[in-house]
């Protein structure tokens, strides 16, 4: 299942994911306490990935963003003429989208800039919730799919390092992390039925800016380059694998909002 949030804002930073993550624990807080911890006090995979989408009506520019009271830095900010971001959220879980969805409805307004922190240019950012929609995902019936990336992929070798979708290991390290995500028991309890087979279509390396106060605390660094996997590709596997990763997402951070799919044909 799949929700679509439409909500008011003036910009958003480049840099945005972190707060996207609290935003849902806010959600879950309000609703389901008992399951926002199970989630966020273990660490085990999120059952669920997400996109933000901005308007194509907006203005990228160079701004002073306070991450928090340690960092500050220059990057862009998107104003948005319409005022409006719209933030996809996919999981295989109902009970999370249910859970989300009676959240976000009691939440309405979220300090996107909580406790001083993503200031821009000094000023808090409100983000005020217009509308939430549920809708179904498509059902995936055959074993060879075609998928395009809403989010960038991070595939990342065993020593953490970016693997991208034109070097002859990433075949090797997209089965290993898809079967170690599958084996976890609220997600399928078992791993990969077969192998996937991947073939890019049109593909293209994308690095991301991405923050994370462990991050911050453990580098002294106020923010972390990624380096994803963007486009369109042929994904082959059994059809009940292919199912479960177009709802959680594919590669590692898909709960930090990376590696959302959407399905173009099958």
Not at 70 to 90: A, G, H, Q
Not at 179 to 198: E, M, N, Q, V, W
Not at 202 to 225: A, N
Request: glycine content about 6%.
């Amino acid at each position: 299942m799949r929700l679509k949030i439409q909500i008011e804002t003036e910009c958003v930073p480049i840099i945005y994911r972190h707060r996207v993550v609290s935003f849902i624990k806010e959600a879950l807080k309000k609703s389901n306490g008992s399951y926002k911890d199970f989630l966020y006090q273990n660490k085990i995979t999120k059952p669920f990935t997400f996109n933000l989408v901005l308007p194509k009506n907006r203005e990228a520019n160079k701004t002073l963003i306070k991450i928090d009271d340690n960092f500050s830095v220059e990057d862009i900010v998107f104003s948005l003429k319409d005022r409006c971001i719209t933030i996809y959220i996919s999981s295989l879980d109902r009970g999370f989208i249910n859970s989300l969805y009676r959240g976000i409805k009691r939440l309405k307004f979220f300090d996107f800039s909580w406790n001083d922190s993503m200031l821009v240019e000094g000023k808090k950012i409100i983000w005020k919730v217009r509308s939430i929609t549920v809708f179904p995902d498509k059902v995936i019936k055959e074993s060879s799919v075609l998928f395009k990336t809403n989010s960038p992929m991070i595939i990342e070798d065993k020593e953490d390092r970016p693997v991208l979708f034109n070097q002859p290991e990433f075949e090797e390290c997209l089965n290993e992390i898809a079967d170690r995500i599958l084996k976890a028991k609220h997600i399928k309890g078992s791993g990969l039925s077969k192998p996937l087979r991947f073939e890019p279509v049109e593909m293209r390396k994308q690095v991301v800016k991405h923050t994370l106060k462990d991050f911050r605390d453990k580098t002294g660094k106020p923010v972390m380059y990624l380096t994803g996997n963007s486009g369109v590709f042929r994904l082959s596997g059994d059809p009940s694998d292919l199912n479960i990763l177009h709802k959680i997402g594919i590669g590692n951070r898909t709960g930090q909002g990376f590696g959302m799919i959407e399905l173009v044909s099958q």
